[in-house]
């Protein structure tokens, strides 16, 4: 098929190369000359493992091409919306600006039978008010939603086996055409689910509410099991023995972040007020409340640790993006430490196996090194806040070397806390009196 993504960020860059790679012709848009540059030599412009490999291959194909002009993508006939929906700068409600001019943009193409397929997370009843404009321009042309799933880190492989599809629509014919698409996936046994489109757009944030919750419960038990003594690595093994509950992301540390948990579940409780629901999902401000303190108290523990002088004492932070396997440092939780050990006067050296240029762009006062052992040595402490395997699979007595200090902070519970302490390291873990 002939396929348009419209947007080419984390999602649509992934989106593009992907269907490509399964056999489509495909066309991806962006505004950014530069970010199109890149993906037209077969680079990708952020770090996505199994994406650089994708785009070659797709590319040497001849399958997937990359333009500005959003004119070249008149000859598709499904148009992948996949564009930002960052939080507005006034609020915690998403901004659909570059959703709007998309669609904006697209009307003067579209043909009668095309499909636009929105991916990205938007807000109940966006849908359905993009449909109606679609509809007025009289192209004949029609709009489905299918929400993404992707997890950085995998989302090749998440795209290209998906855990699920959902289609959003209002025509079955709609499905049909997305079928289509997802030809690969289906044959493979992907389950699929037809909905309407409120449900297809609730899909998507009411899972990231879920999991947010999830983390954030396990953080709150944390924060009981250090007034207490008690272990929450324990207490999560033995309540994630329950089939009902799960161990999986039951994981207390530093929290969540990136480009969507944090500011969807805030978009989701703007949006709910907005329906005059906002008590159904109150319970998610708390949620976003939790992931924030277990930020300060990882601070808290790096001054108690110094003895309450910080201030010219060298920090070593390992890791600065919000989770492994990326280079993404939005509202990250790792970022967020290390800029605030700076902010009390620490000299703070951050260290990040791919995150390094896109933290330095963010806070360029912070002193960045590529060399782990740069990072850690003379260091009167160690916090580690991303578990890269390069942290979590360090030498503990390797460290107690080169280090001035004999205090880790694991931030995220991923150290082997007894052979730190095995080679004379006062372990501090989240949770883990």
């Known amino acids: 098929m002939k396929l348009s993504v419209i947007g080419c960020g984390y999602l649509g860059a992934v989106h593009a190369a992907a269907m490509a790679e399964l056999g489509h012709e495909v066309v991806g848009v962006d505004v950014d000359p530069v970010k199109i540059e890149q993906l037209r030599a077969g680079r990708a412009p952020f770090f996505e493992p199994g994406l650089p490999e994708v785009l070659a291959s797709a590319g040497a194909s001849?399958?997937?091409?990359?333009?500005?002009?959003?004119?070249?993508?008149?000859?598709?006939?499904?148009?992948?919306?996949?564009?930002?929906?960052?939080?507005?700068?006034?609020?915690?409600?998403?901004?659909?600006?570059?959703?709007?001019?998309?669609?904006?943009?697209?009307?003067?193409?579209?043909?009668?039978?095309?499909?636009?397929?929105?991916?990205?997370?938007?807000p109940v009843?966006?849908?359905?008010?993009?449909?109606?404009?679609?509809?007025?321009?009289?192209?004949?042309?029609?709009?489905?939603?299918?929400?993404?799933?992707?997890?950085?880190?995998?989302?090749?492989?998440?795209?290209?086996e998906p855990d699920r599809l959902v289609y959003g629509v209002d025509d079955e014919r709609d499905?049909?055409?997305?079928?289509?698409?997802?030809?690969?996936?289906?044959?493979?046994?992907?389950?699929?689910?037809?909905?309407?489109?409120a449900t297809a757009e609730l899909v998507k944030v009411a899972a990231n509410a879920f999991l947010a919750t999830k983390i954030s419960f396990i953080n709150a038990m944390a924060e009981i099991a250090e007034a207490t003594g008690a272990d929450v690595t324990r207490l999560a093994d033995a309540i994630g023995h329950d089939a009902r509950i799960g161990r999986r992301f039951l994981n207390a540390g530093v929290g969540f972040g990136g480009g969507c948990l944090?500011?969807?579940?805030?978009?989701?409780?703007?949006?709910?007020?907005?329906?005059?629901?906002?008590?159904?999902?109150?319970?998610?401000?708390?949620?976003?409340?939790?992931?924030?303190?277990?930020?300060?108290?990882v601070v808290e523990l790096a001054q108690e640790a110094l003895g309450g002088a910080v201030f010219g004492r060298k920090v070593a932070v390992l890791g600065v993006?919000?989770?492994?396997?990326?280079?993404?440092?939005?509202?990250?939780?790792?970022?967020?430490?290390?800029?605030?050990?700076?902010?009390?006067?620490?000299?703070?050296?951050?260290?990040?196996?791919e995150g390094i240029d896109n933290a330095r762009a963010r806070h360029p006062q912070l002193l960045y090194s590529n060399a782990t052992d740069e990072a850690l040595r003379h260091a009167d402490l160690v916090v580690l806040v991303t578990e890269w395997p390069e942290y979590t699979g360090l030498d503990p007595a390797h460290v107690k070397e080169i280090a001035r200090g004999s205090t880790v902070i694991d931030g995220r519970n991923a150290l082997d806390a007894a052979a730190w302490k095995a080679a004379g390291w006062r372990y501090v873990g989240m949770g883990r009196n």
């Open 62 to 122: 001849g399958r997937l091409r990359f333009t500005t002009e959003l004119a070249d993508a008149a000859d598709a006939v499904v148009h992948f919306v996949a564009v930002g929906t960052p939080q507005s700068r006034d609020g915690n409600a998403a901004d659909l600006r570059y959703v709007d001019a998309a669609i904006d943009g697209l009307l003067p193409l579209l043909k009668d039978g095309d499909l636009v397929v929105g991916k990205s997370t938007v």
């Open 175 to 197: 499905a049909a055409v997305l079928d289509e698409v997802y030809a690969t996936a289906i044959a493979a046994g992907t389950p699929r689910i037809v909905t309407d489109f």
């Open 262 to 297: 944090p500011k969807d579940i805030r978009a989701f409780t703007a949006r709910a007020e907005e329906l005059g629901r906002g008590e159904s999902v109150a319970f998610l401000k708390e949620v976003d409340a939790i992931n924030l303190r277990r930020r300060r108290r």
């Open 321 to 353: 993006t919000f989770k492994p396997h990326s280079d993404d440092v939005r509202d990250s939780p790792a970022l967020d430490v290390a800029v605030q050990l700076k902010g009390l006067g620490a000299d703070v050296v951050v260290t990040d196996p």
């Open 125 to 160: 009843g966006t849908a359905r008010r993009l449909a109606e404009r679609i509809a007025a321009g009289g192209s004949g042309a029609r709009l489905a939603w299918n929400p993404e799933f992707l997890r950085e880190g995998f989302a090749v492989k998440d795209t290209i």
